[in-house]
T-cell receptor, first 114, second 112 residues
Framework: NAGVTQTPKFQVLKTGQSMTLQCAQD?????MYWYRQDPGMGLRLIYY???????DKGEVPNGYNVSRLNKREFSLRLESAAPSQTSVYFC?????????????FGSGTRLTVV | GENVEQHPSTLSVQEGDSAVIKCTYS??????FPWYKQELGKRPQLIID?????GEKKDQRIAVTLNKTAKHFSLHITETQPEDSAVYFC???????????FGAGTQVVVTP
């Protein structure tokens, strides 16, 4: 099993460009999440999807949009990239029907906006 | 919403000694507390977790304790080894669709 697969692994964008980060999981998990990781700030939730067909804002949603395409896939879109969005982005999934529903993370996307 | 504070931010230990990382949380409704280990350039990986109806859980050299009254929980690593060097994150969840609030992380360095 691949677990959680993220693409691309690295990306450099110019300010104002747009891009979509892709995420897919093959564990039949119901919930999926997008986090960003910045030095000294831990992991901050951007958006999440509790189940197929639903999405909701997290702690830092400004400048981002998401799509839960189906149960497997959850994409994150930057419509007009800004230098403040330079970060490492992690997708994660979990089975919240379980008592212990610790996330499985993807390998991350390192994004630089210049 | 939930707020998680984690201390210390860095921790240096000699190989073979113990390491302790402490976290506090604010939302008394939180009921699930996982810990993640992140090696340099890698993804966070779940190493141990505990639910609020359990006070302590152990898995080989790592253990987690939870004090619901004081709203804090701790990670204990015994007999540390160089491969324990990593950033460790605590997290708490009030059970709202599995959202986790993470602490800022602790950089653990184990010196031989």
């Amino acid at each position: 099993n691949a677990g959680v697969t993220q693409t691309p692994k690295f990306q450099v964008l110019k300010t104002g460009q747009s891009m979509t980060l892709q995420c897919a999981q093959d564990m039949n998990h119901n919930s999926m999440y997008w986090y960003r990781q910045d030095p000294g700030m831990g992991l901050r939730l951007i958006y999440y999807s509790a189940s197929e067909g639903t999405t909701d804002k997290g702690e830092v949603p400004n400048g981002y949009n998401v799509s839960r395409l189906n149960k497997r896939e959850f994409s994150l879109r930057l419509e007009s990239a800004a230098p403040s969005q330079t970060s490492v982005y992690f997708c994660a999934s979990s089975d919240t029907g379980r008592a212990n529903y610790g996330y499985t993370f993807g390998s991350g996307t390192r994004l630089t906006v210049v | 919403g939930e707020n998680v504070e984690q201390h210390p931010s860095t921790l240096s230990v000699q190989e073979g000694d113990s390491a302790v990382i402490k976290c506090t949380y604010s939302d008394s409704a939180s009921n699930y507390f996982p810990w993640y280990k992140q090696e340099l350039g890698k993804r966070p990986q779940l190493i141990i977790d505990i639910r609020s109806n359990v006070g302590e859980k152990k898995d080989q050299r790592i253990a987690v304790t939870l004090n619901k009254t004081a709203k804090h929980f701790s990670l204990h690593i015994t007999e540390t080894q160089p491969e324990d060097s990593a950033v460790y994150f605590c997290a708490a969840s009030p059970g709202s669709w599995g959202k986790l609030q993470f602490g800022a992380g602790t950089q653990v360095v184990v010196t031989p």
